[in-house]
């Protein structure tokens, strides 16, 4: 990272100005999807080696998806008044011994408490992350930044299942848990060593659940906050449909083998990298509010692809190909998204960052079921798509008025 690094004393703590190094702060950040993404393979072993259910595993999924929403939400008002390194080193250390839980697991009931444990680690980390880029950055530079760390995040849907896969070959499941107990014991070491305090003491606010809520509310009470959330919930809806139901339309409805799928989706997932070094690249040239607004406007392009093409029986090609344009539209909307929620929660960086990324992820996880009760299949993905990312389009033109106002 180019600049020059300035360091101050506070007491014991050092603040330092500039950001930790950004690859293992991408890490760290994005430690928590590559948790899910990698052990998604290893379900139906797992429901063998447990002598459970295949509905019992996947309540370990859905545990850990929503201690990942909930932990963001309780994390990032405590990090802005206790700092952003204590949370990441609690929740690297947490995620580590979690993960150690999930290995040594001796039923269903012992994983699924341990990935809620897990969940909630690695929320700590990720929203004490995003805080760290608001406490040093600030415009373009910020965007580009969060471009960078989504650029590398969205590697971890194209490894971590190859990752898992590569495991289940050599070993059991139990190995998966044990590589992720060492990358939390690494991630713990390098926050040690390498990272430094970000918010200085004198911009922190108060402890406690009085604190925190008033943090909240302080946020809430802002109408394009308000708006920019609103906007990330509806368009993570949408993209959810396709991350549960794609599987079952390609190879279900399709015909798909799993390896012709996984190609699917790692082609898909590949576009959004691409994009997302786009965005990094065009940022400052054009506003983040009109490259949201762009993206959103294509993905949505991409959505009603996927619901003509199905609606007219064209198809897996056209699915395919739609479906690629609304992952490569999501390399404009998350770290536009992201930029613009902190930009506008500035006053408390750490909850807006849980704010942003707790209701995005679990009200957007809504569109994991809704998908799947239309029917699951590729018209009932395309309509949940289509609709949802319409209206975020609609609710960003708003979001971006009411910016233009000052409003």
Not at 102 to 108: E, G, I, K, R, T
Not at 248 to 271: H, K, P
Not at 365 to 388: D, E, Q
């Amino acid at each position: 990272m180019s600049g020059v690094t300035t360091e101050r004393s506070t007491g014991r703590v050092t603040t330092a100005t500039v950001l930790p190094p950004i690859v293992p702060l991408a890490l760290i950040v994005g430690v928590s999807p590559f948790a899910t993404d990698m052990y998604i393979p290893a379900l139906p072993a797992i429901a063998r080696d447990l002598a459970t259910t295949p509905g019992a595993v996947q309540l370990s999924l859905t545990a850990f998806l929503v201690a990942f929403a909930v932990g963001q939400l309780l994390a990032g008002p405590v990090s802005d008044g206790v700092g952003r390194r204590p949370m990441l080193l609690v929740g690297t250390a947490v995620f580590a011994l979690a993960s150690v839980g999930c290995a040594l697991a001796p039923d269903v009931v012992t994983l699924v408490v341990a990935r809620v444990f897990q969940g909630l680690a690695g929320a700590a980390g990720a929203v004490a992350g995003r805080a760290m880029v608001s406490d040093v950055t600030d415009g373009p530079r910020m965007a580009k930044v969060f471009g960078t760390l989504a650029a590398i995040n969205a590697i971890g849907p194209v490894v971590a299942p190859l990752v898992g896969g590569a495991v289940l070959t050599v070993a059991t499941w139990r190995l998966m848990f044990v590589v992720l107990a060492v990358l939390g014991v690494v991630f713990c070491a390098l926050v040690v060593l390498r990272f430094h305090e970000t918010l200085p003491r004198g911009r922190r606010g108060g402890v406690g659940l009085a604190a925190n809520w008033s943090r909240i509310r302080h946020l809430m009470a802002i109408g394009r906050f308000r708006a920019y959330v609103l906007t990330g919930v509806l368009a993570t809806v949408g993209f959810f449909a396709y991350i549960a139901t794609s599987a079952f339309v390609f190879q279900t409805q399709y015909g798909f083998s799993e390896g012709l799928y996984t190609i699917v989706f790692a082609t898909n997932a590949s576009m959004m990298i691409v994009t997302t070094l786009v965005f990094r690249r065009v940022v400052g040239r054009w506003s983040e509010d009109t490259l949201l607004t762009f993206g959103l406007a294509v993905g949505t392009l991409g959505g009603v692809g996927v619901l003509a093409s199905a609606a007219l029986g064209l198809g897996p090609v056209p699915v395919w190909c739609s479906l690629a344009v609304v992952t490569g539209a999501w390399g404009f909307v998350l770290p536009a998204a992201m930029t613009r929620t902190q930009h506008i929660g500035a006053a408390h960086p750490g909850t807006a960052a849980a704010l942003q990324g707790g209701l995005t992820f679990g009200l957007g996880g809504l569109g994991t079921p809704l998908a799947g009760a239309l029917g699951g299949t590729a018209l009932a993905m395309g309509s949940v798509m289509a609709a949802l990312m319409a209206a975020a389009v609609v609710v960003q033109l708003v979001a971006t008025r009411r910016s233009r106002v000052g409003v």
